[in-house]
């Protein structure tokens, strides 16, 4: 079994309320099932529930085993930590790997801080659970069972990784939070610091890592992208803030011989309505031009792999 759920796929901050009921208003948080191995990707608010369905199926069968990773340290993907019921289930072994920004904190006093007294009732050292915590950067792990995790540098405002797991023959990688790479120095002529040689290594860098990006979730079975934005809203305000539009995810999957894309990291402020109608445009717009599966995430859905 290669299965993902859906338990948060809201960016930014939880929406709860009648407008939130269909794609879910949850911030983000994956189940992924490789065999009896179970990763969770992102402590975001969607990982409260997950945790109760955990301790109601899981723990019968023994002691909860898990391996969590975060894709950044951001506060959405991570607040629903402290509520994660495993770890205050005694016997339980988890594993917190996810990238740390330039900081004198490591990941375990980020994670940890939110357990204080300060934020909090239950304080770090007191929960049942043991947990360690490991720092990653682009790396490749063996988790062993035939799992195998690669990770990738997204563009974000801080340290951020894209996670492609690979089981069995197939394999399923998320990208978010992260918008394309472009050219950071001036490329208008007329620009008092425009440099011709300089902008023009600007683009050549953006290029390469705008490829190397769709290199890493090449031919993948399922891509789970950020598509926070539409590319209006994104050229009018958004460049900078660390997000994809529909238009460049969708894109870049179908470059990429992806077999099916799930739009994730749905803005806050984008009701079920709106959901609906830019899925079914978007649908209709590829619809007999790639063979790519294009679908709106939604909190509950699973995809087996």
Same mark, same amino acid.
Not at 97 to 121: A, C, H, K, M
């Given at each position: ?8 796929? &809201?960016?930014?901050? !939880? $929406?709860?309320?009648? +407008? ?7 911030? #983000?948080? =994956?189940?992924? *099932? ?60 988890? &594993?917190?790997?996810? !990238? $740390?920004?330039?900081? +004198? ?7 940890? #801080?939110? =357990?204080?007294? *300060? ?187």
């Amino acid at each position: 079994m290669f299965s993902v759920k859906i338990w948060g796929d &809201r960016g930014s901050m !939880p $929406v709860p309320g009648p +407008d939130t009921v269909v794609f879910g208003g949850n911030t #983000s948080c =994956l189940e992924v *099932r490789c065999g009896k191995r179970l990763i969770v990707i992102d402590a975001g608010s969607g990982i409260r529930s997950l945790g109760d369905w955990i301790v109601r199926n899981d723990l019968k069968n023994g002691p909860i085993d898990a391996d969590v990773f975060l894709t950044h340290t951001h506060w959405d993907h991570i607040m629903g930590f402290p509520m994660f019921t495993p770890i205050y289930v005694p016997g339980t072994t988890i &594993r917190i790997r996810g !990238p $740390v920004n330039f900081e +004198d904190e490591t990941l375990e006093q980020i994670i940890g #801080s939110q =357990l204080s007294y *300060r934020y909090w009732p239950v304080r770090q050292d007191e929960l049942a659970a043991k947990i360690t915590y490991q720092s990653l950067k682009e790396t490749q792990l063996d988790l062993g069972d035939g799992v195998v995790v690669k990770t990738k540098y997204l563009n974000h405002p801080v340290l951020c990784l894209g996670y492609r797991i690979e089981y069995e023959g197939k394999a399923f990688v998320t990208a978010y939070d992260h918008e394309p790479f472009v050219n950071l120095f001036p490329t208008d002529p007329t620009d008092p610091d425009y440099d011709a040689a300089i902008a023009e290594e600007g683009n050549k860098a953006a290029k390469e890592e705008n490829e190397r990006i769709e290199s890493f979730y090449g031919g993948v079975d399922l891509l789970i992208h950020d598509t926070q934005y539409s590319a209006k809203e994104y050229n009018a305000s958004k460049i900078g803030w660390g997000h994809s539009s529909f238009e460049y995810a969708i894109n870049a999957a179908h470059r990429a011989r992806v077999k099916r894309l799930l739009l994730f990291h749905h803005d806050p402020n984008r009701s079920d309505a709106e959901l609906q109608e830019l899925e079914l445009f978007y649908q209709e717009k590829i619809c007999g031009k790639s063979s790519l599966r294009l679908d709106a995430s939604r909190e509950g859905m699973t995809i087996n792999l």
